[in-house]
């Protein structure tokens, strides 16, 4: 393992093609005791490793349901990875929050704590010697990150007085309208069928973690979305911004303390 500590982004599709060509990317093979991952080391930086995790592959082929989240938590652990960004495009449950603006999640809502195949949400499906208790001291994501992320990028930020609470609805289909209902009830703010199983599994393996979401479209009732010819120019503004933040975060930024513990039985 490289002692060395890395940074590390997780991206969707939006950032293929003409974005990935700007980050210098190679492809690097990691094996790890749930299956084979490919990361991508950039070349953006000399003093620090940076990779990227393409969720969906690249090109984009993985629905939601198939991919392998723990064996791509486990590969960033392997990279010794120190700081992770995940961004992801969501739905809006909340009319008071924007759509095409990034937003940085605080909290989540994950209820039954499982991945796609039903298997509980962990990096210890079996018992082991370093297994334990993820106990939250201050929560899933990273007040630090948050933090240095919104002091660079303020100007585009949407700045929320409250909590942004991302709730997990796994896919591959969409949300029926009750449903949606029924999360923005719970106090789910944005939505989407990734980001929630990478926030945990990084986490427990203590890896510090932030998350910046585009909101694309309103999920809440007689909330009407935006004409389809006034939305080209916010995507791609809402893109170029969420870009930004991306070269920021993996040109700048540097690992911080993890504020959380692996509770192990047997630890003073």
């Not at 334990?132 to 001291?137: A, E, F, N, Q, V």
């Not at 899933?140 to 007085?161: G, M, P, T, Y």
């Amino acid at each position: 393992m490289n002692q060395k500590k890395s940074v590390a982004v997780i991206l969707g599709s939006a950032f293929e093609g003409s974005f990935a060509e700007r980050l210098d990317l190679t492809p690097c093979e990691i094996n790890t005791e749930f299956g084979e991952i490919t990361l991508y080391k950039s070349g953006l930086r000399k003093d620090r490793d940076v990779y990227v995790l393409y969720r969906h592959g690249m090109p984009h082929f993985l629905l939601p349901n198939q991919i392998n989240y723990r064996a791509q938590a486990a590969a960033l652990e392997s990279v010794n990875c120190g700081a992770l960004l995940i961004n992801s495009s969501v739905g809006v449950l909340d009319a008071r929050l924007p759509i095409y603006k990034p937003m940085l999640v605080t909290d989540l809502l994950m209820p039954e704590n499982r991945l796609p195949d039903g298997s509980t949400c962990s990096v210890f499906p079996e018992p082991k010697e370093s297994h334990g208790h993820l106990l939250l001291r201050e929560g899933l994501f990273s007040k630090e990150l948050n933090a240095w992320i919104n002091e660079r990028h303020k100007d585009v930020i949407f700045q929320s007085k409250e909590d942004i609470v991302f709730v997990y609805a796994g896919g591959p289909r969409s949300k029926t309208p009750a449903e949606n209902r029924m999360w923005a009830l719970l106090g789910g703010q944005i939505n989407s069928m990734t980001l929630a199983p990478e926030v945990v599994l990084a986490n427990e393996l203590e890896i510090p973690t932030v998350a910046v979401a585009v909101g694309h479209k309103y999920s809440v009732p007689d909330k009407i979305n935006p004409e389809e010819k006034l939305i080209r120019q916010s995507l791609v503004d809402a893109r170029e911004a969420t870009a930004n933040i991306l070269l920021t975060f993996m040109k700048k930024a540097e690992p911080v303390p993890f504020r959380n513990q692996i509770y192990r039985y047997g630890d003073e």
